[in-house]
């Protein structure tokens, strides 16, 4: 399996971040999130801070998260009754995201940024970081995502 072809990977290279990250995703895979954290606490201090660790932390944070989404439905309702409940956009965004609806999600936390940037001290923006940092830096969703909050930073 693939912790286990990741882990002999490491046997090989103890000093391959791609292999950390690929060991970590395979145990938040198999809803390990303990486990794969341990990996990345594991990580050599000299390569900690490489862009494939980042992705990693980044999902599990995001996994985490996902453990208390609420429901879908629920969360859209409170949102349509009233489209000033900044906390109740921020978990849907989050639900969204845990059902794999990641443009969706991003689509509802620039939404949230729009209204009040502020709010929760910059929890949009700093949720937004955290899915693109979990995605691969060509995505398009990263691309749009980012040309857009930029687009609002500096209207």
């Known amino acids: 399996d693939a912790a286990e072809t990741f882990a002999a990977i490491l046997g090989e290279d103890g000093m391959s971040a ?7 995703r395979a145990y938040m895979a198999l809803d390990d999130l303990d486990q794969a954290e ?19 932390y980044a999902q599990l944070a995001l996994a985490r998260q996902a453990q208390d989404a609420g429901p879908l439905g629920e969360l ?20 969204l995201h845990a ?18 940037r502020e709010w929760n ?13 979990a995605l691969k830096a060509n995505d398009p969703i990263v691309l749009n995502g980012r040309r857009k909050l930029s687009s609002m930073i500096f209207a």
Do not use: C
């Open 18 to 24: 791609p292999a950390y990250s690929g060991l970590a």
């Open 38 to 56: 341990a990996v990345l606490n594991g990580v050599p201090a000299e390569i900690s801070d490489t862009p494939a660790i980042d992705a990693a």
């Open 76 to 95: 859209l309702a409170a949102v349509e009754a009233d489209a000033n409940n900044h906390q109740a956009r921020f978990d849907y965004a989050q639900a």
């Open 99 to 116: 059902a794999g609806q990641v443009e969706e999600a991003v689509e509802q936390l620039l939404q949230l940024f729009r209204r009040d």
């Open 121 to 133: 001290e910059g929890a949009a923006k700093e949720q937004l970081f955290t899915i693109f940092d």
